[in-house]
């Protein structure tokens, strides 16, 4: 066992300045990390057809954030967040693993605000079985949805309105309305669930373009 130690001893001596510097230069990297995906934005991809035809499947987009820090996200902005739904915990590691996006495994959407504080919004349908969103009681023009007409129904038991939104809260549906897990089911975001706004699709490259509304 001595010897063991002695090895190690040894060994440490002879490389502690390569030692040295390559733990500097980890822990740099990890620092820029997190100071990038904060402060700056962050790259994700599109796992599911939620948002066609905007984003498709396969998708990688670049989420800004540093908006967030003197404004609040507008009507048409394509937001990342945690649904209400999801439990973050807050211990040490999951903090880090969210700061950095290593091993996160929280779960984000991504949507697109159609209710602001303070609206009042009602989605229905007409004799024709096309669905329209009313805003203050009238219809919100969408010429970037899947179709008005491929809509899931609305029930009892999802959120379609006629209500009020209330202070700091956003009504968030996907572009795809007939296959789309939104508001319309688990119900009105908290504004402090916004991760960052969608701003740029990168790749593929015959697909890119800048997002807005």
Request: aromatic share 14%; net charge positive.
């Amino acid at each position: 066992m001595n010897d063991i130690k002695e090895k190690v001893k040894n060994y440490y001596e002879k490389h502690k300045a390569g030692i040295k510097e390559t733990v500097e230069t980890v822990v740099f990297v990890i620092v820029m990390v997190i100071i990038i995906r904060f402060f700056v934005g962050e790259i994700r991809w599109i796992p599911s057809g939620s948002m066609r035809p905007t984003l498709i499947e396969g998708d990688r987009i670049f989420v800004e954030r540093f908006s967030r820090f003197y404004k609040t996200p507008e009507r048409g902005d394509i937001m990342v967040f945690y649904p209400p739904f999801e439990q973050l915990k807050n211990t040490p590691l999951r903090i880090f693993a969210r700061l950095t996006g290593f091993f996160c495994k929280d779960i984000a959407y991504i949507k697109r605000v159609v209710g602001m504080p303070g609206d009042k919004f009602e989605i229905k349908p007409d004799e024709n079985g096309k669905y329209t969103v009313y805003i203050n009681d009238k219809p919100l023009n969408e010429p970037y949805i899947k179709s008005p007409y491929d809509y899931q129904p609305c029930t009892e038991a999802m959120m379609c309105g006629p209500a009020v939104i209330p202070p700091k809260h956003y009504l968030m549906l996907g572009d795809n309305r007939g296959n789309s897990q939104d508001g319309r089911y688990w119900g009105l975001l908290p504004e402090d669930r916004f991760i960052g706004k969608a701003v740029f699709l990168f790749w593929p490259l015959p697909r890119i373009k800048t997002l807005t509304h």
